[in-house]
């Protein structure tokens, strides 16, 4: 018995099958009348055809020429590959479209050329595709860009879950580059995990946080560039380097360097002129005395250092800091519903501070809902300790000035009272 399936008798009514993978990895970025060209040479030779590449511009309405451009082109990217009859005439050949299956696996594979001794880096892909979490995360990036993802992305992708990227955290920068960064090329997307993962960012959470504090930092950027007739736009790497020692080495306050800027209304160089102020101020706090940015700001106590009153603050810190991870500890472990409480209440607060960031009404009321659960969190939390026997504030930093909370330095700026009151601490 036989198995027979009838095809058309006419060679035009039956079907020329393109892989799915030109489709998607090599239609999108092609010249229109290049996939013409390929297109229709495909569908010429899976019946053997015998056509000059003359009869094929044509046959298509296009220019000789960019039939040429077009094998070229394909050949460059290993679809097609051009076979001289005769070697020394260079202007005839024959088109050979090459299997892309073998070009599937190796997209699929980090280094195809260099294959790991427990299997390839495609290897490695295809095994992680069995995990369910995987498998969502690329469906949800295409979700996210429209489309499917091209081969040479997913080997990005692969790349970076063999680097430990979790899929969490993949997925929340693509949706970070889509909504801040308007751009989800995968090679961008990548970069921006391995940065992050050099800061010490592993996971979505880490991400969100680092985020947060990034979007923070050029808000500073961009308050200290206005305070100098700048515009942000125009910021260097160089000017970021000097803010940053500013706000992180010397601990100065937002609030006084804008001060410090105030002071150099009408000055030729503004920045030169700010920056010798607050040089001249940290000089100054470091040496032993507590000098003022703009006549009065005020500065932050700083730790180390010879100064030994700067060294009393950084203890009592320290002290408090420990007795309250102390105190938090023993609570954990007498109090598990503390702890997970505790937990909880930090998540929402994450999700309240993502809320605030999307700026949008549903942004808004979602924050207010947030707001609501936290508290009613941090009642339970209080009601837990309270019938446990201990403080609502127990595991709380306990500093020995609430005032200035140990620094020497009050919010509003100036001395706290609390430093001329350290007479035996000179």
């Not at 039956?14 to 013409?36: C, H, M, R, S």
């Not at 979790?166 to 090329?185: D, M």
């Not at 101020?281 to 010879?306: H, N, Q």
Request: glycine residues 8%; aromatic residues 8%.
């Amino acid at each position: 018995m036989s198995y027979i399936i009838e095809s058309p008798s006419n060679y035009y009514l039956n079907d020329t099958q393109v892989p799915n993978w030109f489709i998607a990895e090599y239609l999108p970025g092609a010249p229109g009348d290049y996939v013409k060209v390929y297109l229709y040479a495909f569908m010429r030779a899976a019946r053997r055809d015998v056509a000059s590449n003359e009869s094929l511009a044509r046959a298509l309405g296009v220019a000789l020429e960019d039939v040429l451009a077009a094998w070229t082109y394909f050949e460059g990217r290993g679809l097609v590959r051009k076979h001289y009859p005769d070697a020394s005439d260079a202007t005839h050949y024959d088109v050979i479209f090459t299997d892309m299956k073998p070009r599937f696996g190796a997209a699929c594979s980090a280094d195809a050329a260099e294959p790991e001794s427990e299997g390839g880096s495609g290897e490695k892909l295809r095994s992680a595709l069995d995990d369910e979490e995987v498998r969502d995360m690329f469906r949800d990036i295409e979700r996210l860009l429209g489309g499917a993802l091209a081969g040479a992305d997913i080997a990005r992708l692969g790349s970076l879950l063999d680097e430990g990227a979790s899929p969490a955290l993949i997925l929340f920068a693509y949706r970070y580059c889509a909504e801040r960064r308007r751009n989800t090329r995968a090679a961008y997307v990548a970069e921006v995990v391995r940065r992050w993962s050099e800061a010490g960012v592993r996971t979505a959470e880490d991400a969100e946080a680092h985020v947060l504090g990034a979007d923070v930092r050029m808000d500073q950027y961009r308050q200290i560039m206005k305070a100098l007739g700048l515009h942000i736009s125009s910021i260097t790497d160089a000017e970021k380097q000097v803010f940053d020692r500013w706000l992180d080495e010397f601990a100065f306050t937002t609030d006084e360097i804008l001060a410090a800027a105030g002071k150099a209304a009408g000055k030729r160089n503004k920045f030169d002129y700010v920056k010798k102020i607050l040089e001249s101020d940290y000089e100054a706090m470091t040496s032993g005395g507590l000098a003022s940015v703009a006549g009065g700001s005020g500065g932050v106590a700083r730790k180390g250092g010879a100064n030994p009153r700067e060294k009393y603050y950084a203890d009592a810190r320290a002290h408090a800091e420990a007795e309250a991870e102390s105190h938090r500890r023993e609570v954990y472990g007498r109090l598990p519903e503390v702890e997970r409480l505790d937990k909880d209440i930090a998540r929402l607060n994450r999700e309240s501070v993502s809320a605030i960031m999307s700026r949008s009404d549903g942004g808004r009321s979602e924050s207010a809902r947030l707001a609501a659960e936290i508290e009613k969190k941090l009642a339970a939390k209080a009601e837990a300790m309270t019938r446990a026997g201990y403080a609502a504030d127990y595991m709380e930093i306990k500093y020995r000035c609430p005032i200035c909370r140990d620094t020497g330095i009050k919010d509003g700026g100036g001395a706290c009272g609390c430093f001329g009151n350290l007479q035996t601490v000179d």
